[in-house]
């Protein structure tokens, strides 16, 4: 079974500064990857997702990942934190052969003003 | 709008009480799932399931049961309820082709007292 790791459960960043919120999976198989958020009190959204296309991969609200496989890494990014980006991040993979999800703990993101 | 429909939102439940959930999604995914989020312990699967008729456990099974007699639903039951079964539980969808991720509902705070 695939393992995710988020490191960090919480971050916090200075509104404007980079954002950088890191996610390594386990497979040795290049699986699909994708980054939720959470906002408080809703259900999760879809980021953004790999799917074996271009290993940089854009998602909403200005946010992007990196696939690397040489470090098994999926890390999220965004150049300019906004305060309205304060929420739960969740990182998942799932196998391509698989039929379920494996989500990482989360990694709450605080913003300062 | 398309999309995953949990009912009820809310819900407080004595000891020993029994209740079900219900999701419902428009989008013909085969794929279906019954997450709880924990702080600290991120999301973990209770049960899923592939396809109409079908279901499988996950993660976490124990003191729930499901049933997916259509298509488009999938009922999660408590039994028992206990304090341990406090949490928010989500259900998801997925198509068989997990590139698109899982689309998720709003979610079930339920509270056992």
């Known amino acids: 079974a695939q393992s995710v790791t988020q490191l960090g459960s919480h971050v916090s960043v200075s509104e404007g500064a980079l954002v950088l919120l890191r996610c390594n999976y386990s497979s040795s198989v290049p699986p699909y990857l994708f980054w939720y958020v959470q906002y408080p009190n809703q259900g999760l959204q879809l980021l953004l997702k790999y799917t074996s296309a271009a290993t940089l991969v854009k998602g909403i609200n200005g946010f992007e990942a990196e696939f690397k496989k040489s470090e098994t890494s999926f890390h999220l990014t965004k150049p300019s934190a906004h305060m309205s980006d304060a929420a739960e991040y969740f990182c998942?993979?799932?196998?391509?052969?698989?039929?379920?999800?494996?989500f990482g703990t989360g990694t709450s993101l605080t913003v300062i003003p | 709008n398309a999309g995953v429909t949990q009912t009820p939102k809310f819900r407080v439940l004595k000891t020993g009480q029994s209740m079900t959930l219900l999701c419902a999604q428009d989008?013909?995914?085969?794929?279906m799932y019954w997450y709880r989020q924990d702080p600290g312990m991120g999301l973990r699967l209770i049960h899923y399931?592939?396809?109409?008729?079908?279901?499988a456990k996950g993660e976490v099974p124990d003191g729930y049961n499901v049933s997916r007699l259509k298509k488009q639903n999938f009922l999660l039951g408590l039994e028992s309820a206990a304090p341990s079964q406090t949490s928010v539980y989500f259900c998801a969808s997925s198509s068989r082709e997990f590139n698109y991720g899982y689309t998720f509902g709003s979610g079930t705070r339920l509270t056992v007292v």
């Open positions: 998942a993979v799932s196998e391509w052969t698989g039929n379920q999800f494996y």
């Open positions: 989008m013909n995914h085969e794929y």
């Open positions: 399931s592939v396809g109409e008729g079908t279901t």
